[in-house]
């Protein structure tokens, strides 16, 4: 069974920020935090990952709380363009955390309104 | 870079058919990961391969195979195709599999088996 657990659904309007929650209560101190998205009719893609520190790049920024076990992608300025799945995973340093870290779970659908 | 390559992109199985699909990796990942995507049960991890050996398995039945040749390149195998085998097959690369690592997907093989 997925580690995390994620809303199934969540609606913003465009040009906005958008904050995915995801928790994940016993995540262990080894384990990464990763994000992906999947645009329908694609496959998953990678969004960001981070391990105790926040992390950021082009597409999004990961705020990890302090205690680790909950985690928010915040996307700055939604677009129609961002609707998609998103997936938070759990995957352990050293061995990627076995079947464990590679079960993604059913993801929040995240709706952009214009 | 090329990215994942998935083979074939689409085929048609009738019951009790087998099939056999490929998966390229990105040069130089060693980690190849499966998955089965249907529109109930989303995204679902079927097994991953590294340096030719299975090292993490699903909850999938027996006729779910695959295998890793020394140059990465994987196969899965589905034998007596079932009606409920219809799905998106994805597969996924990463360097070695730990958790620093992304996850790199392929576009997918849709497979309808009637």
């Known amino acids: 069974d997925a580690k995390t657990t994620q809303p199934n659904s969540m609606e913003s309007n465009e040009e906005e920020p958008v904050h995915l929650p995801c928790n994940h209560s016993t995540i262990s101190g080894t384990d990464y935090i990763h994000w992906y998205r999947q645009l329908p009719s694609q496959g998953p893609e990678y969004v960001i990952h981070?391990?105790?520190s926040n992390v950021n790049n082009r597409m999004a920024s990961l705020a990890i709380a302090e205690d680790r076990k909950s985690s928010t992608l915040i996307l700055h300025r939604a677009t129609l363009r961002d609707a998609a799945v998103y997936y938070c995973i759990l995957r352990g340093m050293y061995s990627g955390g076995g079947a464990d870290g590679l079960t993604f779970g059913k993801g929040t659908h995240l709706i952009i309104q214009p | 870079k090329a990215g994942v390559t998935q083979t074939p992109r689409y085929l048609i199985k009738t019951r009790g058919q087998q099939v056999t699909l490929s998966c390229s990796p990105i040069?130089?990942?060693?980690?190849v990961s499966w998955y089965q995507q249907t529109p109930g049960q989303g995204l679902q991890f079927l097994f991953e391969y590294f340096s030719e050996t299975q090292r993490n398995k699903g909850n999938f039945p027996g006729r779910f195979s695959g295998r890793q040749f020394s140059n990465s390149r994987s196969e899965m195998n589905v034998s007596t195709l079932e009606l409920g085998d219809s799905a998106l097959y994805l597969c996924?690369?990463?360097?070695?599999?730990?958790?620093?690592?992304?996850?790199?997907f392929g576009a997918g093989s849709r497979l309808t088996v009637l």
């Open positions: 996924a690369s990463s360097l070695t599999g730990t958790g620093a690592n992304v996850l790199t």
């Open positions: 040069s130089g990942h060693r980690s």
């Open positions: 981070g391990l105790t």
